[in-house]
C-alpha cells in the first residue's frame, strides 16, 4: 500500500485543524444564543419582579391611606368661641375666683400659669396646692389675673362635645389637658360634653391616649360650634395631640 508523501501529511493535518476550528465555532454558535436568552430571561424576571413590588406597595398605600389622614392639621384643633360658653359653669368659677377658691378645671388652669411663671420651690409649691384644689399665697396673683380675666370677659368655662359612635362601643381613651389628666372616657352612642375653663391667647394642649381598643384602633372625634378634631387608629398606650384656642 502506498504511503501518502509528506506534503500529502501536511494538507490533510490542515483539513483536521481547519475542521476543529469550525468544529468549535459552530458550538459557540449554538452557546451564543442561549446566553442571549438567559440575559432575556433575568431581565424578564427583574421587570416581573419590580412591577410585583410596585403592586404591593399600591395596594399597602390603599389599604393605609386613610392613617395619613391623620397627619392633617386642620383635623388637629378645636376652637372655642362665645358659642361655646357654658353660662353657668362660667358663673360659678367667677363666684370661686372672688372668694379666693378653685375647682379641679381652676386647678388646670391655674397650673399652666404656674410652669410659665415659677420654678424651684416655688413651682413645687404651686403643685401640691393645686393637686388639692388649694390657692397658697403664691398662686394668689395667678387667681387674681383669672378673675380679672372673668370679668373682662376673656376667659370663661367652654363646652367640647365628644362625638357619639356606636361603632366604637367598648373603646375607651385618657385625657390630659396642658399635662394634666382629665380622666378616662368611654366613647359612647349618644354624644356627651366635656367642660374646661380656657382663656383667649393662651392656647391649650390636648392629649388623647387610648386606652382600650376592643375593636381595633380608636376613632375619636369632637366638634365645638365651629370646628371639629378626629384621631383614627389609635391604639392602645399611643397618643394624638390636638390644639385648643380661644377665638372671642
Known sequence: MARASPSNRRRVKSRIHRSVYTDLKDVAGVRFPRSVKGRSLRLLAWLSGTALVCAIGYLIALATRDKFDDSDPAKKELELTNQDIDPETTLVE?????QGQIDARLAIALWRDAKQQLNGEALKLAQQALQGN???PILEPLARQWANDFDAGKAAAFVIWVVEDESQ?????ELRLNGV?????????SRYAITVVERSGSPSRLE???ASDRNGGIVFRAETATSEAETRHLTKGKSDFWQISVHP
Open 181 to 189: 389628666p382629665l380622666g378616662e372616657y368611654a366613647i359612647e352612642p
Open 169 to 173: 362601643k367598648g373603646n375607651a381613651l
Open 208 to 210: 388623647i391616649k387610648g
Open 134 to 136: 388649694k390657692v397658697v
Open 94 to 98: 367667677k363666684s370661686l375666683l372672688k
